[in-house]
């Protein structure tokens, strides 16, 4: 084993015979690539999304978009061993942000997850979900068996329940909801029998029914639903829902042509620039431009399988799976909201949607995966 | 070391992910397929519907003319303001803002919109209409902060001599839930569709047919452009028959009485005047807000609404002794020489009958039977001929059904004989009615729309004719042959004109060189005891009188009908009015060409 300084520098580390500016042509910047046309999509139908508001919510996403890559590429040049380390220090860092912006945040949507910092808005769940995956690959990848046994998989579950609570407490449900993929994923990676996967789903799906069904009344349910997502419904009776049906199914094969879909152009829809950003896409550039971007997500998710698949070793497996199951989990879950496979909660499209903090983390987090790639020769 | 730390299984399980991810993605795929691509066309209908609303271009309403041309209905531009209360950010200020602009009371407004809470939000309340270019100016001047006020140009019935012409034109109404419900019309929701006159009888080709435009709006119903789709096919001009100075001065002519008038061609039933009174102003159904004159109007003692010349079935009184000796001479029972005894009374089936003088006119023969309106002449031949005969002819001259005039509402009127009082009374004729029915009195009931088609008769030598306002050759039937002898009406003409030009009852209605031939008709409204003067009594005991007419006697171009509701006798309260209506049509005035 390495010293950690010696590690942190990968990049310079001319002493390796495969690491260093030779070691760049082997890292698969496919992911990259994937990641900035998404983006470039992202700010052109943000374009058209946008066109009937006041602001310029293009060039705001272009700057955001700027800083975003620059973040990426620093995130790319350390090393994700001392990352991992980092791990402990960043997740503490992270539970006592949360707890500050549940206390003078800035409530925007009608949760209070935001720090308002001067021009930038800061948005600590964002910041947690990655800390979280980074001390969640520390702890999984230090446990060296074929498979997880109940108390490490219960330390696991305490381990994201405690971030996860807080923003669920800042009424963000679909910030919350992420930390549950992402651990998932790294769980399932990590190893778990089936019966003890089994019993976990069936336990948690008995449990959670039975309260939901028979403890709680139908006011009850509304209030807990209203309270955990305020803003999922605002204008009632599934009128968000039925316009972006309307938007998607009305492109057709071709689609309505750019700035040409009704359905946003004439504001019928709402969220078209941030939640709802795919209902306009799918609308204006039909399902032909749909099946392009879902194809452009699975180069970037295949990518990232096979990043992790060659990391050189468990905490750097587990850490690009963790990032990467969090970003597939937006993109299925985004893409099937907007057409009602499943409920509407307030969770954006992987550098599609207007917003910076979320461009943000995607960026970093597929920084931070190329740059397990780019370092998997380094010290195996 | 990599044994230990179990990379392995970890690398080989990573996989699983991927193909999870993929096979999420093709699931998300085919949903979008599904949506897209099979059920794209349904979606593309919602989309359009939601940014397209069609709307109606109204079509203008067709104009009605008189016979010479001149305007009598048109459609005016009217600016109506509207209000969507979706849009509004504040109702109450709305209101408030409108209440200024308007300068009407607020809760007049609030009312307005009151009315019409169980509507959705998102149809227009109609808060004013006929507003002034500068109310519409103010109201166009904060269209910005007022997103709510609509103001719309609209098409207004416009009757440009009003209760003048009202009862042969009628009015405009909103369309009725009923009407809306009517298959194969294309009514829309605050439609005006013609209520009465010639504007119900002929609404379908004065309407014409809207056309329909798409507007595209945006999510706010704000419409962002608009193209037209139909265009609206305007409605027919309609030329009457009517004469435009005729009828105005016969409706001046009963002003302040109830009553009607009828002229008429004989020739072929062209109404030239039909006048009813009181009449009343239809401009007022052309505005929707103004309901209470028109609950005003329907509860009028006098009933301006109705339309006397056909909705009022009366007794014609002594011009029913016209049709009395056609039959009399049709059936032979009497020859124009026979003489009969008036001593002023004489007992009928134990009844004693009076004439209406008092002394008695002496030995009259038919001619001055018919001159002088003798009673008893009549209550001898009408027992002489039977109920039964006088109903046939009475049916020959056209009483009993409604003339088939294109106006609506009209009555039948009665024509009573045997079958009909065991019909309707279940009891037998009573031979008494019969004396009654002779002088046009009892169960018998004609128009004045009747009367006049009766004249026509006698005037043009036998031909029923259709009365009609709407001149139109081709469609309308042709007169019908009565089968009374021509000559018997020629007999008859000369009569008549000597009731007017030789001493007759009928001397009022004379005017120096025009032959006018006509009879008077006096209607007992209660039995009387004594002869009392009919201006002595109260307005709703005093007789009914008629004057019937043709002119000229030997070559007739117009008959005149005139009824006065408790005027009095026919020779004072009616015969005059005709003659100041020949004067007109004959140009008898100076600067008047002639007319016919």
Redesign the interface.
């Known amino acids: 084993m390495r010293s950690i300084s010696d590690s942190v520098q990968g990049l310079g580390s001319a002493a390796e015979p495969r690491a260093g500016l030779r070691g760049l042509a082997h890292v698969r910047w496919g992911l990259a690539v994937a990641g900035l046309l998404l983006a470039l999509v992202g700010l052109v139908t943000i374009h058209s999304a946008s066109s009937e508001l006041s602001g310029d919510y293009t060039a705001r996403q272009a700057i955001w978009l700027g800083v975003a890559v620059l973040c990426g590429a620093i995130a790319f040049l350390f090393d994700d061993r001392f990352l991992v380390r980092l791990g402990p220090i960043l997740y503490g860092l992270s539970l006592a942000l949360l707890l500050m912006v549940l206390v003078i945040g800035n409530v925007a949507g009608g949760a209070r997850s935001w720090f308002e910092l001067g021009p930038v808005r800061f948005q600590p769940s964002e910041f947690a979900k990655l800390a979280t995956v980074l001390l969640l690959a520390r702890y999984l990848g230090g446990v ?3 498979y997880l046994n109940l108390r490490q998989l219960t330390l696991t579950g305490l381990i994201v329940l405690a971030p996860m609570s807080l923003v669920v407490l800042e009424r963000d449900l679909g910030g919350a909801a992420m930390f549950v993929p992402m651990a998932l ?1 790294m769980v ?4 778990v029998r089936w019966r003890v996967l089994v019993v976990t789903v069936l336990l948690a799906a008995v449990v959670g029914g039975l309260a939901w069904n028979f403890f709680l009344l139908d006011y009850q349910r509304q209030r807990v639903l209203t309270f955990i997502s305020p803003s999922s419904d605002p204008l009632g009776a599934g009128y968000q829902l039925r ?1 972006s ?9 071709e689609g309505r042509g750019y700035m040409q879909g ?2 946003s152009q ?3 829809l709402p969220a078209r620039h941030t939640d709802f950003v795919f209902a306009v896409l ?1 609308e204006e550039w ?2 032909s431009g ?2 392009v971007v ?1 194809a452009l ?2 180069w970037f ?2 990518s990232g ?1 096979g990043i ?4 050189r ?2 905490a750097g ?2 850490l690009v ?1 963790g990032l ?2 969090g970003i ?1 989990f937006h ?2 879950y985004n ?2 909201m907007v ?1 009602g ?1 499943v409920p509407i909660t307030g969770i954006p499209l992987p550098f599609i949607s207007y917003g910076g903090s979320f461009l943000l983390a995607s960026f970093v987090a597929t920084g931070i995966m190329l740059g397990v790639d780019f370092r998997r020769h380094v010290n195996r | 070391m990599r044994v ?4 392995e ?3 080989r ?6 193909w999870l ?2 096979t ?2 093709l699931v ?2 085919a ?3 599904y ?3 099979h ?6 209908e ?3 519907n ?2 397209l609303r069609r709307e109606p271009i109204r079509a203008p309403r067709g104009e009605i003319l008189d016979r010479q041309g001149y305007l009598l209905a048109e459609s005016v531009p009217s600016y109506t303001l509207q209000l969507y209360r979706s849009r509004s950010a504040d109702p109450k200020a709305s209101l408030r803002f409108a209440a200024r602009v308007l300068q009407r009371p607020l809760p007049e407004l609030q009312q307005l919109v009151d009315q019409r809470t169980s509507n959705s939000e998102f149809q227009p309340v109609l808060l004013a209409e006929n507003m002034s270019l500068e109310q519409v100016a103010k109201f166009r001047a904060v269209s910005l902060e007022h997103p709510e006020f609509e103001v719309v140009t609209r098409g207004v019935r416009f009757y440009r001599h009003g209760p003048l012409t009202a009862p042969i034109l009628g009015y405009l109404g909103e369309v009725s839930e009923k009407e809306l419900a009517q298959p194969g019309e294309s009514y829309v929701a605050g439609d005006l569709v013609g209520r009465r006159g010639v504007e119900r009888v002929y609404d379908r080709s004065l309407r014409g047919r809207d056309g329909e435009r798409e507007v ?5 119903g704000r419409a ?1 452009e608009s193209f037209e789709r139909e265009p609206a096919t305007a409605g027919r001009t309609l030329q009457l028959t009517l004469d435009l100075r005729l009828q105005s001065r016969a409706e001046r002519l009963l002003e302040s009485r109830a009553g009607a008038i009828v002229a008429m061609d004989p020739r072929d039933g062209a109404i030239r005047a039909l006048a009813s009174s009181p009449s009343y102003d239809p401009n007022i159904f052309s505005q929707r807000l103004q309901r209470s004159e028109w609950q005003m109007l329907i509860d009028s003692p006098l009933h301006p609404l109705q339309n006397r010349a056909i909705q009022v079935a009366q007794s014609p009184g002594s011009v029913f002794k016209i049709v009395m000796a056609a039959a009399g001479l049709a059936e032979h029972v009497i020859s124009p020489s026979d003489q009969v005894f008036c001593a002023g009374s004489k007992e009928f089936y134990g009844s004693r009958r009076r004439c209406w003088k008092a002394g008695g006119h002496g030995w009259v023969n038919l001619h001055k039977a018919l001159v002088e309106s003798c009673d008893i002449y009549f209550y001898e031949l009408g027992q002489k001929l039977g109920i039964d005969r006088i109903a046939k002819y009475a049916r020959l001259f056209g009483f009993g059904t409604a003339t088939g005039i294109d106006l609506d509402g009209e009555l039948n009127g009665n024509v009573p004989d045997g079958a009909w009082s065991r019909r309707t009374r279940g009891i037998p004729w009573y031979p008494g009615e019969t004396i009654s029915v002779a002088i046009g009195q009892g169960p018998l009931l004609t128009t004045p729309l009747q009367i006049a088609v009766m004249m026509a008769e006698v005037a043009n030598g036998g031909l029923r004719v259709h009365p009609h306002v709407v001149g139109n050759a081709t469609s309308d039937p042709p007169p019908v042959e009565s089968g009374i002898d021509p000559a018997i009406l020629a007999r008859l003409r000369s009569d008549l004109w000597s009731v007017v030009n030789d001493h007759g009852t009928g001397a009022n209605a004379r005017v120096e060189g025009l032959d006018i031939a006509g009879k008077t008709g006096t209607v007992q409204v209660v039995r009387q005891a004594t002869r009392i003067e009919s201006a002595d009594l109260p307005y709703d005991q005093r007789d009914h009188a008629w004057f019937a007419s043709f002119a000229p006697a030997q070559d007739p171009k117009l008959v005149i009908v005139v009824y006065v509701e408790h005027g009095g006798k026919g020779s004072q309260a009616a015969a005059p009015l005709a003659r100041e209506l020949y004067e007109v049509y004959f140009g008898q005035r100076p600067g008047s060409g002639q007319r016919g």
């Open positions: 060296h068996q074929e994923g399932l990676v990590a190893g316009q049906k309307i938007a998607v199914g009305s492109g057709g094969l009704t359905q004439l504001r019928f799918a039909g399902f749909v099946l879902l997500y699975a998710g295949l399988v992790a698949e060659r990391a070793d468990r497996i587990l799976v990467l199951s597939a993109v299925l893409t099937a057409v496979l | 230990r730390e179990h990379r299984a970890l690398a399980r990573t996989p699983i992910l991927g991810f993929a999420f993605v998300v795929a949903a979008y397929g949506i897209q691509l059920e794209g066309r349904y979606y593309r919602l989309a359009d939601n940014r595209v709006v945006d999510s706010h962002r």
